[in-house]
């Protein structure tokens, strides 16, 4: 599995802000329109397999740290949670059950279905390229690489989105032969398909990763050089994806690399990682982006700044202002296309793909962010949405506005907590009943029935499956009305997967029959699937006893 990005590129936000530079009038583009020039393009990887798929590379291919064992906390490389209910196909994990109870399930790349459902979402918000990542091919993954083009070509064609070839050098030692080999005898096929992305009417190339300062691409300026120029004698647009201060050649990029740059018939800079707040982006925009889209016109270059969601695991999304501001900027500049970094990088916190909404569609107690993460509720299109709104305004169908017109909903609200009792003939277990007072006497609505632990052995316990995880915050027990008064000290426990629980509540607490034997335990409030009462003691009879366990939201 190739080094992440952010693992080599993750630098210190910059956070000092600055007045924003406005220029007198937009950029003029150095190409008119086509597949990249004047349209929003989406890096997708493409690098989910699970085992059974039928993927070459075989195991859990970029979903855990050790690809031979299944996704968990402790083996995992996932930082944001897929939406599920879109796919076909699902494949189990070793991760806990979700918040409402689902199984914590992935999809694989591998899958047709998969790839056609994320060219769907294209179409349906306007998002008009793909960059398909392709790291050396050379490698384990080569083959799984070469079957995932095929399988976009076939979804673009379906969709009529288009794509092009988008080479990560990273740690591809022998990259400057090996590039030209994979691309004359296998990638340029895919140029003869309508779908194959198309500017200035040459099929489109990007090399990402010339002229970065780290150990992952230590190729000098001529080996690069001569590969740029290989790719445009045979009649290709080259994009050149860049270090963030390529120009300065400082910081994240080495010197030397001025003639590479300027051979590049796009530049298209790196920004994630660089920044997690408004301020920062505000910062770039005064200090590095307006300056780099005047070296880009200078040289006839056309300029595609990256733009990006914020990474969710460390909260920069700000329920999609950082998002819009991002775009607002680079669109404000004049650039002449946008990159968006990722569609599906879920393994960096970046997507734009649908994403778990709430806690409840996340793997319950793992920590991953959904993108309710600062109290807001976001559908799970939200960012294929506001995705939608920046490519309008890029073209010019929607005017160029700072406020973000894309709401976290389509109009609809999140699910009201339910309401009444959510235990009312749910499944129930016990650790053990006398004679007939089973379990279900507690749930049956019917007061005059109840259920019985088995006598003289306590602990005892009774315990009600909710369907899925609900929010909990308060529990009715009852006895039969007519019965006389009695203590019973008890623990109310909750859990999510029926395994693992928490203490809600606990203590002695009695029922008196001038208060219809009705006791109420409130706690704060929990998503729970499982609520668990154990008796440890009872003054009336020596058993646990309830003719009636409910169980209520608030």
Excluded at 74 to 80: E, P
Excluded at 295 to 320: F, K, M
Excluded at 376 to 387: A, E, G, V
Excluded at 418 to 444: C, F, I, M, W
Aim: a neutral charge.
């Amino acid at each position: 599995m190739p080094v992440t990005r952010r693992t080599l590129l993750s630098t210190a936000a910059l956070c000092s802000a600055a007045a924003l530079v406005t220029r007198p009038s937009p950029a003029g583009a150095a190409s008119p329109p086509g597949d990249v020039v004047g349209k929003i393009s989406v890096g997708y990887q493409g690098w989910f397999a699970c085992p059974g798929d039928g993927a070459p590379i075989g195991g859990w291919w970029h979903w855990s740290r050790d690809r031979f064992q299944p996704p968990s906390p402790a083996n995992t490389t996932i930082v944001s949670w897929p939406d599920m209910r879109d796919f076909t196909r699902a494949y189990p994990t070793a991760y806990p059950n979700l918040g409402d109870g689902r199984p914590a399930t992935l999809f694989s790349s591998y899958d047709q279905q998969t790839v056609d459902t994320h060219f769907q979402w294209m179409r349906t918000y306007g998002i008009d390229t793909a960059a398909l990542q392709r790291f050396n091919p050379m490698g384990d993954e080569g083959p799984t690489r070469d079957a995932m083009a095929s399988k976009v070509r076939t979804a673009a064609e379906a969709t009529g989105r288009k794509f092009y070839v988008m080479y990560d050098v990273t740690g591809w030692t022998s990259m400057q032969g090996d590039i030209k080999t994979d691309w004359t005898n296998k990638m340029a096929a895919h140029t003869s398909s309508s779908a194959y992305a198309r500017q200035n009417g040459k099929p489109v190339v990007c090399i990402w990763g010339f002229g970065f300062n780290d150990d992952g691409r230590p190729f000098a300026p001529a080996a690069c050089l001569d590969v740029v120029n290989w790719f445009k004698a045979r009649g290709c647009y080259v994009i050149g994806g860049v270090p963030t201060y390529w120009r300065e050649g400082k910081n994240d990029s080495r010197t030397g690399f001025e003639a590479v740059y300027r051979a590049f018939n796009m530049i298209s800079p790196w920004m994630v990682g660089r920044t997690g707040t408004l301020d920062g982006l505000d910062w770039f925009l005064a200090n590095v982006n307006t300056a780099d889209q005047a070296e880009c016109n200078a040289y006839g270059i056309d300029y595609q700044p990256c733009v990006l969601p914020g990474d969710l695991s460390t909260g920069a999304r700000r329920h999609g202002d950082f998002y819009w501001r991002s775009l607002y900027n680079m669109i404000k500049l004049g650039a002449q296309g946008l990159y968006v970094s990722m569609f599906d990088e879920f393994n960096e916190g970046n997507q734009i793909a649908k994403t778990a909404e709430t806690a409840a569609s996340v793997p319950a107690g793992s920590g991953i962010r959904a993108l309710d993460e600062d109290g807001t509720f976001c559908s799970s299109d939200y960012y294929l949405r506001i995705t939608q709104d920046g490519g309008r305004m890029l073209k010019g169908q929607l005017a160029l506005t700072a406020v973000r017109p894309t709401q976290p909903t389509t109009g609809t609200t999140p699910p009201p907590p339910p309401t009444g009792d959510l235990a009312r003939g749910k499944p129930t277990a016990e650790s053990g009943h006398t004679q007939t007072y089973g379990a279900n006497n507690a749930v049956d609505g019917d007061a005059g029935t109840y259920w019985e632990s088995t006598n003289h052995a306590f602990p005892q316990w009774i315990q009600v499956d909710l369907g899925s995880a609900l929010p909990v915050g308060r529990l009715v027990l009852k006895l039969p009305p007519g019965w006389g008064a009695r203590t019973q000290t008890l623990t109310v426990a909750t859990s999510t997967n029926g395994s693992s629980f928490a203490t809600f509540a606990g203590g002695a607490r009695t029922f008196d029959p001038a208060t219809g034997n009705t006791v109420t335990v409130t706690g704060s409030s929990v998503q729970a699937r499982f609520v668990r009462v154990t008796f440890t003691a009872n003054t009336g009879w020596p058993a646990g006893q309830l003719s009636a366990l409910e169980v209520y939201s608030a």
